[in-house]
């Protein structure tokens, strides 16, 4: 006689491996043959399928619609056929993103965060929601946020004066202790909160705690502004594996643990380089690295993301972009990506999407 198959949710099987909360399949002891002993554990439970399954269908849904709002320059046009945004569905094919979600799955992506993206409130309210999803969907983000103008407005309200120096602002102690108050005790925790309240698991930090990035003074000049010097990737991957996304202000302490004010930029580099991370997503106010024409250039290699800054073509604030995601890429990340952050959901169209949102800077093409 054949016995019942069963489903059962069990807090340890007959060989004592399940938890609470697994699911136990087999057959009912009643079964001479097989007893208990057929119980075996499924370490994935349905709910958590369930998740898995909401999750990837939102992300899909909302790449479909922040694709039919982008601008016409991330719209391709696509080969016999005209692309027409109000009739037509989104060029995103469900086969190629759930191939591109199995690849990304358990990947570290540092996203720089800063500019009109975070000083936009719904832009903000799409990014903790794409953060959060990035981690539904299985991958490690962590998130290093800027905030100079929000700097610059609490220095004006404390009418405290700001001094420059080659267009750089001096950061002497009054301002270094504001810019720490800011970025840490206010940009820091609205954005990790944001994360949460999303769905997300966020931590909120500075280089600072538990040592995790150290400095060095720039240039005396300029005063209490620093470069990262070790970054601690044991501690942030810890951090990663447990299931947290790391949201890191730019602030870091020197050896005598005098704090120091960093670009976000090059911080995001060195986090990322130091974790080996498979993306760098640098957010900005500019499309991308544009050629002489004023064209977006969509991918570029080192070789010839350092040929337009010899040449000229790439000029003012681009340069230190194009560096810093050049060094971050010779450090060991896949590929590091100048985007721009004014377009909703970027990061999610970037990795799910068919059409670039930025440059995308790799070690060879």
Not at 20 to 35: I, M, Q
Request: with cysteine.
């Amino acid at each position: 006689q054949r016995a019942t198959p069963i489903i059962r949710t069990a807090e340890t099987s007959a060989a004592g491996q399940c938890t609470a909360g697994d699911v136990a399949v087999g057959h009912s002891s009643n079964e001479p043959t097989l007893g208990r002993a057929a119980h075996f554990c499924l370490r994935t439970t349905f709910k958590t399928m369930y998740a898995q399954c909401l999750f990837l269908a939102t992300a899909l849904a909302t790449v479909s619609a922040a694709y039919l709002r982008a601008p016409a320059s991330v719209q391709p046009a696509v080969q016999g056929r005209c692309w027409q945004p109000r009739s037509c569905a989104a060029d995103v094919t469900l086969l190629n993103s759930l191939g591109r979600v199995s690849k990304l799955k358990g990947e570290t992506v540092v996203v720089k965060y800063g500019g009109h993206a975070m000083s936009n409130d719904e832009l903000a309210d799409g990014f903790a929601k794409d953060i959060a999803l990035l981690q539904g969907l299985g991958m490690k983000p962590v998130v290093v946020h800027g905030g100079g103008p929000q700097i610059g407005k609490m220095l004006e309200k404390l009418e405290i004066p700001s001094n420059f120096v080659n267009g750089l602002r001096v950061t002497d102690a009054a301002t270094m202790q504001v810019a720490e108050m800011v970025l840490a005790g206010s940009i820091n925790k609205k954005i990790a909160s944001s994360i949460c309240a999303a769905g997300g698991r966020a931590l909120g930090l500075t280089g600072r705690d538990d040592n995790l990035v150290s400095a060095t003074q720039k240039d005396p000049e300029l005063g209490l502004v620093g470069e990262p010097g070790l970054v601690r990737a044991d501690r942030l991957q810890a951090l990663l594996d447990t299931g947290v996304i790391p949201v890191i202000a730019p602030i870091a302490a020197g050896e005598d643990g005098q704090a120091f004010n960093l670009n976000a930029d090059t911080m995001a580099g060195a986090v990322a380089g130091a974790l080996r991370a498979h993306t760098l997503l640098l957010l900005t106010d500019v499309k991308g690295v544009l050629n002489s024409a004023g064209e977006l250039l969509p991918n570029l290699s080192l070789a010839q993301s350092n040929g337009l800054i010899e040449d000229g073509t790439a000029s003012g604030g681009m340069i230190p972009k194009l560096q810093n995601a050049m060094q971050a890429v010779e450090a060991g990340v896949g590929s590091a990506v100048i985007m721009d952050g004014r377009v909703p959901h970027c990061t999610l169209i970037h990795f799910f999407g068919e059409a670039a949102v930025g440059t995308a800077i790799a070690a060879d093409l």
